[in-house]
């Protein structure tokens, strides 16, 4: 093998550290993403146990507790959507570097029909990539309706012990958020 044809080799292999590096931001920013869910869930348990604890029932403790399990659901959901799309950037991650060592193999070996195997490799670590971003826009929007929830329930509250007049001029901002976001 001479010389530009090694480097070229050496440049074909380096190609999918692009994409590995892209693996890895997404694998960092949905595992921040996960801790965030863990923390609210956890957050939202011991609200849930001081409630249980110490508030004697009426309507407004029973409609945030209503409002916390309804949120704990959505919370389940995000974190096994998160843990599918991790997975998901794991494999991806996986068939890159597999990418990779296959194109210097495929060069030692010298055989054209073995081409075709780093090609598919990379196909496949773009499919699980493209796969867990799909994953993570269902888990974003599931983010927000969770955001729509609370806020949902704050505007209720707020409704009932703040004067008329502060409510009437703050009730179009309101509305204007829910209608575009």
């Not at 965030?36 to 507790?65: F, G, H, I, K, Y």
């Not at 598919?120 to 799909?134: K, N, P, Q, R």
Request: glycine share 4%; with cysteine.
């Amino acid at each position: 093998m001479d010389m530009s044809s090694a480097i070229g080799v050496l440049t074909a292999m380096i190609t999918p550290a692009v994409l590995i590096s892209a693996c890895g931001s997404m694998i960092l920013s949905t595992s921040v993403r996960l801790g965030r869910v863990v923390d609210r869930v956890r957050t939202l348990s011991e609200r849930w146990e001081e409630m249980s604890a110490s508030e004697a029932p009426n309507e407004s403790v029973v409609e945030r507790q209503a409002v916390i399990f309804e949120q704990l659901d959505k919370l389940t959901s995000r974190a096994r959507l998160l843990q599918r799309s991790m997975v998901s950037f794991y494999l991806s991650l996986g068939m890159f570097v597999a990418t990779s060592v296959a194109i210097g193999l495929v060069a030692i070996i010298g055989q054209p029909r073995h081409n075709i195997v780093p090609v598919v490799l990379g196909i496949i670590g773009a499919i699980f990539l493209f796969y867990g971003s799909m994953l993570l826009i269902f888990e974003a929007r599931l983010a927000l309706s969770t955001i729509h929830l609370e806020m949902d329930f704050i505007w209720r509250q707020s409704k009932r012990v703040a004067p008329a007049e502060i409510v009437e001029h703050h009730k179009p901002h309101f509305v204007h958020f829910r209608r575009h976001v």
